[in-house]
């Protein structure tokens, strides 16, 4: 690609309060699965980054946690911790809001910590598909905070085009920050940890997933073409490592097969998971 002087590229930060839809709508702009996605708080526990290359410029997408107050456990200081981090040096703030959702705790904590920001901010409203979401007018209430308010549906792909022109329009001029082609910045490793913990949360009970994690051990291309990985479930506690295996290991089979196929599709190859449960009390205090 031949980039003109007037290439543009920047960094831009998705903030939001737990299941507004920021992860799916990463995934939506940059055209691919880069980030897990369930209708659980905290899916999403550190950030990832999506990359979008167009010809006139390229916006590198960073999908954070949302902001959870009052949970106790070790893990959630970490995560809030990591959100205020992701807001230092971007270019742009997407503040992604759902107007099903009435402001509550969470949502004003986090409008403070981003009307400090000097970078531009955007109200980023999803659902836009729900023509009666009850409280759309009082999130339309806080434009004085904004450069802007787009209203888009993650879900059905509405009003991304625009989402993205508004994007480019703030971005600094500059080169490439990632290779043409290139749609995320995360690991193989890292990305399959997020593929098989994103079925965690879908096949558990709600408390369960937050006392786990998955670490990949290894990940191994066969001569045959198949792609073997060796990965563990750490959870902390054995009753919670019951659970997750299930009657006859039914569960983690489950788990097994649907993260398998998903990797299978997405990575065009066979794939072997060689998926075990373990315990570890510690794992949240080494997050």
Same mark, same amino acid.
């Given at each position: ?23 799916? *709508? ?13 209708? *659980?708080?905290?899916?999403?526990? @550190? ?13 590198? *997408? ?76 009082? =999130? ?12 888009? @549906? ?29 749609? @995320? @910045? ?16 879908? =096949? ?23 792609? =073997? ?10 009753? =919670? ?33 060689? *998926? ?12």
């Amino acid at each position: 690609m031949t980039l003109k002087t007037s290439y543009k590229s920047g960094i831009v930060v998705l903030v939001g309060r737990s299941n507004v839809g920021k992860s799916t *709508l990463m995934n939506a702009l940059v055209g691919e699965k880069v980030a897990a996605v369930s209708p *659980l708080p905290q899916t999403t526990r @550190s950030p990832a980054q999506g990359v979008v290359t167009r010809a006139e410029g390229q916006i590198v *997408l960073v999908d954070t946690p949302g902001l959870m107050k009052g949970s106790r456990d070790a893990l959630t200081p970490k995560i809030n911790e990591s959100i205020r981090k992701s807001l230092d040096g971007v270019n742009l703030v997407l503040y992604v809001a759902d107007p099903t959702r009435m402001i509550a705790e969470e949502e004003r904590a986090l409008l403070a910590m981003v009307r400090i920001l000097e970078a531009p901010k955007i109200l980023v409203m999803n659902k836009c598909d729900i023509a009666d979401a009850e409280y759309r007018e009082d =999130y339309r209430d806080l434009r004085e905070d904004f450069a802007d308010i787009i209203e888009v @549906s993650a879900l059905k792909g509405l009003n991304l085009e625009a989402l993205l022109r508004a994007c480019l329009a703030h971005m600094p001029e500059g080169e490439m920050l990632y290779p043409e082609g290139e749609k @995320s @910045s995360m690991s193989r490793e890292a990305w399959v940890q997020e593929i098989i913990r994103e079925k965690l949360y879908y =096949y558990l009970h709600k408390e369960v997933p937050y006392t786990a994690t998955v670490r990949v051990e290894e990940a191994v291309a066969r001569e045959s073409g198949m792609l =073997y990985i060796r990965a563990t479930v750490l959870t902390t506690d054995a009753r =919670y490592r019951k659970m997750i295996i299930g009657a006859g290991a039914q569960r983690i089979k489950e788990i097994g097969t649907a993260a398998r196929k998903e990797l299978s599709t997405i990575l065009n190859c066979l794939v072997y998971l060689d *998926l075990t449960v373990a315990v570890d009390p510690h794992w949240q205090e080494q997050f």
